[in-house]
Antibody
Framework: QVTLRESGPALVKATQTLTLTCTFS??????????VTWIRQPPGKALEWLAR???????YYSSSLKTRLTISKDTSKNQVVLTMTNMDPVDTGTYYC????????????????WGQGTLVTVSS | SYDLTQPPSVSVSPGQTASITCSGD??????ASWYQQKPGQSPVLVIY???KRPSGIPDRFSGSNSGNTATLTISGTQPTDEADYYC?????????FGGGTKLTVL
């Protein structure tokens, strides 16, 4: 069974850097085709894709946020870390990590399953 | 940037068919996924690769994708299907979500 769980501060101040950790089980980055992605959702608003990291350490970022985001993985700990610099109150929301689908070692186009999400509030 | 457009809301009577559209330039040339999100819960995948259902998703959920529009269809809509629905696709390995559609079953 694949599970993912996000952790990090519930409250950060504007201009600070946010660091979130996704700890997962049921799969490993040692396996070809594994990929973890981050998605966020402001309160009452739509989902927004942020970043992804693949088993081979390829990384992809949202074009609108790429200057502020860094994604990395620790294969031995089954963790993915997302950092976002220069936080602003508009960055308030629930941050989800999730695994992307994989078939025969190839990353697929769907996201499943998702973690429970962690709410981050940015104060001014 | 690539945008996916969904209607903000769709209403349907119980037992009827609900259709939720997702529009984007040449979306039919890409794969679309659909996610259901109920209040206070994480999104759940209900359709992937345009038309496929994950195990555990009722067969009243179906999808299509052609031209510029992907469509999620819920046949025989149940009150439990009331939720927000999001389409998603990928452009150059970066993800894009639609703005979401609130499905009301009344």
């Amino acid at each position: 069974q694949v599970t993912l769980r996000e952790s990090g501060p519930a409250l950060v101040k504007a201009t600070q850097t946010l660091t979130l950790t996704c700890t997962f089980s049921g799969f490993s980055f040692n396996t070809s085709g594994m990929c973890v992605t981050w998605i966020r959702q402001p309160p009452g608003k739509a989902l927004e894709w942020l970043a992804r990291i693949d088993w081979d350490d390829d990384k992809y970022y949202s074009s609108s946020l790429k200057t502020r985001l860094t994604i990395s993985k620790d294969t031995s700990k089954n963790q993915v870390v997302l950092t976002m610099t220069n936080m602003d109150p508009v960055d308030t929301g629930t941050y989800y990590c999730a695994r992307m689908g994989t078939i025969l070692g190839v990353v697929q186009n769907w996201v499943d399953p998702w973690g429970q999400g962690t709410l981050v509030t940015v104060s001014s | 940037s690539y945008d996916l457009t969904q209607p903000p809301s769709v209403s349907v009577s119980p037992g009827q068919t609900a259709s939720i559209t997702c529009s984007g330039d040449n979306l039919g040339d890409k794969f679309a996924s659909w996610y259901q999100q109920k209040p206070g819960q994480s999104p759940v995948l209900v359709i992937y690769d345009d038309t496929k259902r994950p195990s555990g998703i009722p067969d009243r959920f179906s999808g299509s994708n052609s031209g510029n529009t992907a469509t999620l269809t819920i046949s025989g809509t149940q009150p439990t299907d009331e939720a927000d629905y999001y389409c998603q696709s990928w452009v150059s390995s970066t993800g894009v979500f639609g703005g979401g559609t609130k499905l009301t079953v009344l």
